[in-house]
Each structure stands twice: as C-alpha cells, then as structure tokens.
C-alpha cells in the first residue's frame, strides 16, 4: 500500500454489516466515506451512522454520498453488499480503486475469488453461480483483492442505523495464503476499532467454516422463519441441519478445507447465536433477493466439479427459490413435508 495507514476508507453499501463496520471505525475518530444511495443516504448525510452493540451506542458522523468519482480513489474499500448486487455494482466503482488500493469483500458465500491465487487444475477459475459472466474477475484485478470472513450477526433497524447482540469477528487473509504488510495494517485498523481481527495464512478454511454456517441456516430460516437458535436446536429441525452440514463438510474436504470443530460442537455453537434472524430472512420478510446464489448454489457447483452429491442441499434450496417467486404461499405445508413425522401426541412447534 502506498501509505502505512490508511487514510482514505471507503465502506460500499450501508446495511447491517456496513453500519456495523462504519460505526466502529468511525468512532474512533478514522474518516470514513460510505457508497450510499436513496434514504439511506439522506439518513447517513443528516444523522451520521449509527450503531447500538454490546459495548453500547456508537453514532458518528461519515462522508456519505452516491458518487464514486466524488468520494475518488481510496486507501481501502470494504464491499459491504449482497453477493448477487456485485456484478452489475463492481464496474462503476472504478474511480474508487487505483493501483495501490485494497479491496476487502466483507460478502456471504462462496467468493468470486476462490480460485485466485490457488494452484492445480482449477486456479483461477471463476465460480459460474456467483459470477456467470466473468464481469467481476474481468472488472476488478485479482491483486487488489483481500480475502475477508465476518462473523457479525446484525440487523438493520432503519437507514444508516444498526444493532447488534453478539460479539464482532473478521478474519482476513491473503488469498494466496501469504504474510503481508497490508493484511496486517488492516487488520489492526479493524481491531482498533472494536472488533476482534484475525490474520490467518488459509483463509479458505475460515471461508469454509462461514459458508457451512451459512448454508445450514439461511436458506431454511426462510422455509421455516425460523432464528438461529431454533434451526439448532428444535428436534424438528436439526435432522435437516445436519444432512445439510455433512453435505457441506464433505464437499469442504475436497478442497482441502481444515474444519476446526466437530458437528455437535456446530450445533452449540449455532444454538448459542440465540433468537437471531438470519440475514436471508431478513431479506425475505422485507421482500428483497436472497443470497441463494452465493451462499447455496455455488456450493452445490463446488460438489458437482468433485462429482459429489448434495440433495438435501438442493432440495432446501429449491423450496426457499418456491417461496421467493410465490410470496403469498404460507411456508406451514412445505414444513410438514420436510420436516420429520411426529406421533398423533406431538404438536409440532411452530418457530
């Protein structure tokens, strides 16, 4: 990077995740410019960003506006926007990155990038579910890239404002695996911050383990409106989260991906997350495109080039695509098909 510390941050889309981050940085007195539009815009121009977290309330003015080449070239660019947004968005954020700027896409899913930078038959190979016509390997040069895994659980409770119940996490790496100076610097901004950062030299592995965490809950929370804690725990549940988790594992291992824990502690663990809705149904409720594509399809892609077979992956994703395209449809019938038949003394809990 050309300066040692970065003075010019661009934060690209104000969700939940970018009002997390940009509040965080902000308020520690980092200068921050956001890639907003609409109210959202209006909102960060009037009010500044805000945050409310387990370490309190954070509202702090940025530099908001709807103009890449106002906001100009950037130190460091934090994509902070739905998978399926990044195609058509990623070509006119072109005045923001010059030959030195970083670009962290802090995204779900199976990157655009998982090939970069990897060796054997498949390096540099795009992922066809998440970027089918090459626009964003051919828009943006791999070299800018840092790879990113956020482990932030947030919702967006109005333009430009977000809350959060959980502890913050990003994890970054180079996506050749590799030590450098701009990992570390930005790792530390992050950390400064607030939020735990970590460098990892196998970034995939973190990657993995986000994209299993990802693929076992979204999708389904939109089927069932389900939150975190209930996919992990309701016996009702948690058959179909575990068919799906080790259809994910398996495809995981054949790329070499090293999971660190085993599908019990998984389970815990997502239980943990308590009664938090997961982005997708976020989504789905607000009436917006899901990240079926990124955090589902991709990987069935990923099983398929190793000849692995992933139903119950497919078939949740095919039942989550129903509802989106018929929203008027109640998710209740589709439950009692998937969902494991009870004794006539059951009553099936509704989530």
């Known amino acids: 990077m050309a300066r040692s510390i970065p003075s ?12 997390t981050l940009a509040a965080r940085l902000a308020a520690t007195g980092q200068p921050v410019n956001m890639f907003a539009r609409g109210n959202t815009l209006t909102a960060l121009n009037e009010n500044g960003v805000r945050l409310t977290d387990l370490d309190g309330e954070h509202n702090a003015p940025v530099n908001a506006s709807d103009d890449c080449v106002l906001l100009g070239e950037q130190d460091v660019v934090f994509l902070c926007v ?6 058509t968005l990623v070509p006119h954020l072109a005045p923001l990155i010059g030959p030195h700027t970083t670009v962290v896409p802090v995204v779900n899913g199976v990157p655009w990038w998982y090939f970069h930078g990897e060796s054997g038959n498949m390096a540099g190979q795009p992922i066809q579910a998440v970027d089918p016509d090459g626009t964003l390997l051919a828009s943006l040069d791999p070299a800018h890239i840092l790879g990113c895994v956020v482990f932030i659980t947030a919702e967006t409770i109005s333009p430009g404002q977000a ?4 502890p913050h996490l990003m994890i970054l790496g180079e996506p050749n ?16 911050a607030g939020i735990e950062a970590r460098a990892s030299d196998r970034i995939r592995d973190s990657l993995w383990t986000k994209i299993l965490a990802n693929l076992t809950s979204n999708p389904l929370s939109v089927i069932t409106g389900a939150t975190l804690e209930e996919l992990y725990s309701e016996p ?7 068919k799906i988790l080790h259809e994910g594992l398996l495809t995981a291992a054949a790329y070499g991906a090293r999971i660190d824990f085993d599908p019990p502690t998984f389970m815990k663990l997502g239980a943990g997350m308590g009664a938090v809705k997961t982005s997708m149904l976020q989504d789905y409720q607000h009436g917006r495109a899901l ?23 497919r078939d949740i994703l095919s039942l989550a695509r129903f509802l989106t395209r018929h ?21 099936r809990k509704k989530p």
Do not use: F, M, W, Y
């Open 327 to 347: 929203p008027s449809r109640s998710s209740t019938d589709i439950v009692s098909v998937i969902a494991p038949t009870s004794t006539p003394s059951q009553e």
């Open 291 to 313: 990240e079926l594509a990124a955090i589902g399809d991709a990987v069935v892609e990923l099983a398929e080039h190793h000849g692995l077979g992933v139903p119950t992956t």
């Open 163 to 166: 809350r959060s119940h959980n």
């Open 236 to 242: 009702e549940l948690t058959p179909l989260v575990g």
């Open 82 to 87: 739905k998978a399926q947004s990044l195609p």
């Open 8 to 19: 010019r941050l661009c934060i690209v889309g104000a969700g939940a995740i970018g009002c």
């Open 177 to 192: 695996n590799r030590k450098s100076q701009r990992l570390e610097t930005i790792r530390q901004l992050i950390e400064d």
